[in-house]
């Protein structure tokens, strides 16, 4: 069990020797929110500004060393802007262009292009947050930077116990399998059902046992997360290289295409 919580701990985290893993996590998030600010609040007809940004974040992947199936697994969020860009083009408003015989809507292009790229660039943004930071780390950076420490606490409690309720889930899949249980279609959907009523009660129970134990030991309604992060003005500055990057990439091409 203490191997398992060590890896839910760590998530997708992988130890380099940069200088921006070696950043206090609360500058980091402020760099990485910054950066994709800047690329949120860019116009959509400003192409050449957001390739670059593109460039940016290829360039960090690589230079991270972060694998291509951790790239591949989080590309998987972006489904549902993809469907939807899709179809805005088709669905959108006048005028339109002539593309491969289809009348696509100029706007609905635009649109799409907007979603998509400025998408895609955030969820890389943060699988290289996550990448560069331990997960308890992350915590303490929102943290000190003044986030709502209930919404702390809930998140703290999920990272712990995602990995206990996704054992449970194997467990049961486990038991059913045992039974010669297969889902082969919707007459085996009450049968899946009834599981996940059951996982409901049983995390339900673990987490009154959890809380009990908890209140037993002094618990007040804060956990202690706050570690030493000392920031230095060199890591102030280089908290401020990417935001500023963005930024100069984004004036650059206003005064060009302006």
């Known amino acids: 069990m203490g191997s398992l919580h060590k890896h839910v701990s760590e998530g997708v985290y992988q130890h380099r020797h940069n200088w921006f893993h070696e950043l206090?996590?609360?500058?980091?998030?402020?760099?990485?929110?910054?950066?994709?600010?800047?690329?949120?609040?860019?116009?959509?007809?400003?192409?050449?500004?957001?390739?670059?940004?593109?460039?940016?974040v290829i360039g960090l992947l690589i230079w991270n060393q972060i694998a291509l199936s951790a790239i591949r697994k989080r590309l998987i969020i972006e489904i549902p802007f993809?469907?939807?860009?899709?179809?805005?083009?088709?669905?959108?408003?006048?005028?339109?262009?002539d593309f491969f015989?289809?009348?696509?809507?100029?706007?609905?292009?635009?649109?799409?292009?907007?979603?998509?790229?400025?998408?895609?660039i955030g969820v890389m943004m943060s699988l290289i947050l996550s990448s560069s930071t331990p997960?308890?780390?992350?915590?303490?950076g929102l943290e000190k930077l003044k986030f709502p420490k209930l919404l702390i606490q809930i998140m703290s409690f999920m990272i712990?116990?995602?990995?206990?309720?996704?054992?449970?889930?194997?467990?049961?899949?486990?038991?059913?399998?045992?039974?010669?249980?297969?889902?082969?279609?919707?007459k085996q959907w009450s049968v899946l059902a009834r599981s996940a009523g059951a996982l409901f009660i049983r995390s339900y129970e673990r987490g009154e046992r959890?809380?009990?134990?908890?209140?037993?030991?002094?618990?007040?309604?804060?956990?202690?997360?706050?570690?030493?992060?000392?920031?230095?003005?060199?890591?102030l500055i280089n908290g401020t290289l990417l935001p500023l990057v963005a930024l100069s990439v984004f004036l650059i091409w206003s005064v060009i295409l302006n």
């Open 101 to 120: 015989g289809l009348r696509l809507s100029e706007p609905g292009l635009w649109a799409g292009w907007n979603i998509l790229i400025k998408a895609t």
């Open 24 to 56: 206090p996590s609360h500058i980091k998030i402020a760099s990485v929110f910054s950066f994709v600010l800047v690329v949120v609040l860019t116009p959509g007809n400003f192409y050449q500004a957001h390739l670059s940004f593109a460039l940016i």
């Open 135 to 140: 997960q308890r780390e992350l915590l303490v």
């Open 210 to 235: 959890v809380h009990m134990a908890m209140l037993s030991r002094g618990y007040t309604g804060v956990l202690p997360l706050t570690t030493v992060q000392f920031s230095s003005r060199r890591d």
């Open 160 to 186: 712990r116990y995602t990995v206990v309720v996704t054992e449970e889930l194997k467990r049961m899949a486990i038991a059913r399998e045992s039974r010669c249980f297969e889902a082969k279609g919707p």
């Open 82 to 97: 993809v469907l939807f860009a899709f179809f805005l083009p088709i669905f959108g408003t006048d005028p339109r262009i």
